[in-house]
């Protein structure tokens, strides 16, 4: 029996983004990402909990935007700025204690290198993890498959390629450990 396009997309293989399927979820949650933008902060917290699929105490400034939410995984006292964006085709998930400075992503989808397969609409996606007491500054890009520590900071405008271990200061593009903490 053949998985299909989400199935292989949540276990990890290459899929087809352009499934109907995947393109009615991500409908769905651009619609629920509108709302939660255009509610006031007090109002928004249900709206959220549908994106996400549970209760969370995240404090995420709007505007934000995300693939399907149900593949995010929020720890307590999360606090997000402005423009945090999530691309959730893996699994996002994020300690407790974390903050997110302005325009931050966290993609967990790739794309082949090879023209063909690329136009035709084949994707892959890496989770994301990233530990209590994190802070990512302004700008950051965090690729798919990428490990961040317990306890560290990474400066703003980093992109992050691979792993960062806990408890240090990383910065740069691409991203590598200054001192550790």
Known sequence: ????????????????????????????????????????????RPVLAELLGRETDAHIEAPFRCDYGYNIQLGRNFYANYNLTVLDCAPVTIGDNVFVAPNVVLSTAGHPVEVEPRIAGWEFARPITIGDNVWLGAGVLVLPG???????????????????????????????????L
Request: aromatic content about 2%; proline content about 8%; glycine content about 8%.
């Open 1 to 44: 029996m053949s998985l299909t396009p989400k199935q292989q997309m949540l276990a990890g293989e290459p899929y087809l983004a352009n499934d109907p399927e995947l393109v009615a979820e991500r409908r769905r949650t651009k619609q629920l990402c509108h709302r939660y933008n255009q509610e006031p902060v007090d109002l928004n």
């Open 146 to 180: 990428v490990t961040i520590g317990a306890g560290t900071t990474i400066g703003a405008g980093s992109v992050v390629t691979r792993d960062i271990p806990a408890g240090v200061v990383a910065v740069g593009n691409p991203c590598r450990v200054i001192r550790t």
